[in-house]
């Protein structure tokens, strides 16, 4: 089973995916977590020119091409090899997070966008994909408050945050089969027993 968490910048996805992985694991689950960008050797050199706040002159299409080509060295290097070793694969973004950002948030044709993860992912979709839904100015200041280093990508105007969560919810309601969402302004516990009713439900 490969689980996808998606939601703005600030939502806690990294924490939650922690606790699910430990809950998951005290079940008998085979458990592998990662994230994006990111998850290899490749992928964190690549992750590293992606935060560098050095880097103002990035282009969205260099940006979107470097999202897409750590994603595709985690698929083949690490997310195929763990499913088929039966492992129940969870990743702190994907593709889901592409679109959002590089194509709702920066506005590049989706079309494009979706071939281009095609390409990328070798067409490998999650079996289920978990939104933390969250207003993206409680995200930002969750994130200055000490969530984390502040990264290039964080630094992004409030506008390209407000369409980065318009587009989850449109993606979210286009394939409602493969998307959940959860409000992630709730206490964590509340959030974790959320996400695992989702997951157990799933999986039985
Ligand atoms: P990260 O520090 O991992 O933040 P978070 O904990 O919120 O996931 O930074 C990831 C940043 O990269 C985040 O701002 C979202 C952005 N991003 C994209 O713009 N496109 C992508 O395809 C991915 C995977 C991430």
Not at 39 to 59: A, C, Q, S, V
Not at 80 to 104: F, H
Not at 151 to 175: C, I, P, S
Request: net charge neutral; hydrophobic share 35%; charged share 25%.
């Amino acid at each position: 089973m490969f689980i996808t968490l998606e939601g703005p910048d600030g939502s806690g996805k990294t924490q939650q995916i922690q606790l699910l992985s430990e809950f998951l694991q005290s079940k008998g689950y085979k458990v592998f977590f990662s994230r994006e960008p990111g998850g290899t050797e490749i992928g964190d050199k690549i992750r590293t020119i992606l935060m560098d706040l050095h880097n103002t002159t990035m282009h969205p299409r260099t940006e979107t091409l470097l999202f897409c080509a750590s994603r595709a060295q985690i698929v083949e290097q690490v997310v195929k090899p763990k499913l088929q070793e039966g492992y129940i694969v969870i990743l702190d973004r994907y593709a889901d997070s592409t679109m959002a950002y590089q194509g709702y948030g920066h506005g590049n044709d989706l079309k494009m966008i979706r071939e281009l993860l095609s390409f990328a992912t070798g067409g490998l979709k999650p079996d289920l994909t978990i939104l933390l839904d969250l207003d993206p100015e409680i995200g930002l200041n969750r994130r200055k408050r000490g969530g984390g280093e502040w990264n290039r990508l964080d630094a992004y105007q409030l506008e390209l945050h407000k369409r980065v969560r318009a587009g989850y919810l449109k993606m979210a309601a286009q394939e409602p089969e493969r998307w959940r969402i959860i409000s992630a302004d709730q206490p964590i516990e509340v959030v974790q027993s959320d996400i695992q009713r989702i997951i157990l439900d799933y999986l039985e």
